[in-house]
């Protein structure tokens, strides 16, 4: 079958699934593979629940007219996508970067949304899958799409951006993430910026934060691009006004009142605004647009627990992104304030070295109580005996069943894999 008359399945299908459990009826299935499953062994049931087709890449033991045999149903997936966007001719938004991504598109999608028939990734499905199956959710009532684009290694951003043919490109930052896959800081640098080199092909429009001199660097002079900043020399001048406790930034005039906190934020919200004006979004829609976001999903939360405050940032960690939540957390007014880090993932060779140093900035804080977590974190504990390690999110939770905090304020953060949230309920 020709991707051209898959395509026509597709418009004409309910809706595309990956996973039986939320099969609708009239869905067109495919039957992706995974390091622990296998899509086409659950085909038949795919069907059984009403699925009208599906897509499958080993031959089943039936003559049904209902499958559809490709050699590679992923590569399939992401040449439907492909497709489909063509097939759209909407503007295309794309973003990555080591820190900041969700939170600066669901930004990005609370402004443009006010006006637009918009359409952005859902959570952090940001992957080989993830874009594909975002494109595929764009429909032809869809004016704009914000896709976000996430990476451990070289050449994967070049692959998403093969896929969805991004007319507008921005790159939060370069970071320490993802060391160990892409061979250091440079490979960062590198892999993220082929969202500029595939821009620039296309010959569309960078969105650049015009204070940070990497990303200036990595353009190469590239003239298509609108720059925001807090001084002048930029399209847009965006100010930072305050950070205690939430930010507040001012741009033309209007003063917008967040519910974002830590300095590292305010790049994710002028990016935002940016692209608000670049779209002709009102000044007034977008201070609507960015005061009406609340962080969630562990990502800067702000709970009251009990006589506790705690600032949740669980979601994810690396080096860079743990430095500025301590330098903002140790910048913000509160007594007896407290750290809980968890261990940050995937960086190699350069585990022992981040962890250490995080460590040693953390200590220099002079936070009332400082809690390490995790096996990498744990390594260094013989150096620290009179510091606070644990191997284990759940000996934490142990630990803070006999050893009590109260009224303080918390600082969580640490790897996904962590699950720091976790230790909430006993804080």
Do not use: W
């Not at 009403?50 to 499958?67: K, M, P, T």
């Not at 821009?199 to 720059?227: M, T």
């Amino acid at each position: 079958m020709t991707i051209e008359a898959l395509h026509q399945l597709f418009l004409t299908s309910n809706g595309l699934s990956t996973d039986t459990r939320s099969v609708q009826s009239g869905d067109l299935f495919f039957a992706l593979k995974g390091e622990n499953f296998n899509g086409n062994t659950f085909a038949h049931q795919a069907l059984k629940k009403g699925a009208s087709y599906a897509v499958i890449d080993e031959l089943q033991d039936s003559n049904c007219d209902q499958f559809i045999l490709v050699k590679n149903v992923l590569a399939t997936l992401q040449e439907l996508a492909n497709f489909h966007r063509t097939h759209l001719n909407i503007p295309i938004i794309a973003l990555t970067g080591s820190n900041g991504k969700t939170t600066t598109k669901e930004l990005i999608h609370s402004v443009l949304s006010q006006k637009y028939n918009t359409r952005a990734t859902k959570g952090n499905l940001n992957n080989h899958i993830g874009v594909p199956l975002t494109l595929l959710q764009m429909s032809q009532a869809t004016e704009l799409g914000i896709v976000e684009m996430g990476a451990n290694h070289i050449g994967e951003i070049a692959e998403l951006c093969r896929i969805a043919q991004p007319n507008y490109g921005y790159i939060t930052n370069f970071g320490k993430a993802h060391l160990e896959g892409f061979g250091g800081e440079e490979g960062v640098i590198k892999g993220k910026s082929e969202l500029y080199d595939s821009i620039k092909k296309n010959d569309g429009i960078v969105i650049v934060n015009s204070d940070d001199p990497k990303q200036i660097a990595q353009l190469g002079g590239y003239e298509n691009c609108i720059g925001f900043s807090e001084g002048s020399g930029s399209e847009y001048q965006i100010e930072l006004v305050s950070k205690e406790p939430f930010l507040k930034v001012k741009f033309m005039g209007h003063l917008i009142e967040t519910q974002l906190i830590g300095a590292y934020n305010f790049s994710n919200i002028a990016a935002a605004i940016t692209l608000g004006q670049c779209f002709e979004v009102d000044p007034i829609t977008i201070k609507k647009g960015i005061e009406s976001y609340r962080p969630e999903n562990n990502r800067s939360q702000i709970i009251k627990q009990n006589n506790n405050t705690i600032i949740l940032d669980a979601y994810n960690a690396n080096p860079s992104s743990m430095v500025e939540a301590l330098k903002t957390f140790n910048g913000m007014h509160g007594d007896n304030k407290v750290v809980v880090l968890g261990d940050m993932f995937e960086l190699g060779e350069y585990s022992d070295l981040e962890h250490k140093s995080v460590i040693e900035l953390t200590l220099s804080f002079n936070f009332s109580k400082a809690i390490f977590v995790g096996s990498h974190f744990f390594n260094h504990a013989p150096n620290y005996p009179n510091e606070h390690f644990f191997k284990t999110t759940n000996e934490v939770k142990n630990n803070l069943q006999q050893e009590k905090i109260a009224d303080s304020f918390v600082l969580i953060k640490g790897s996904r894999g962590m699950a720091l949230e976790d230790v909430i309920q006993y804080l």
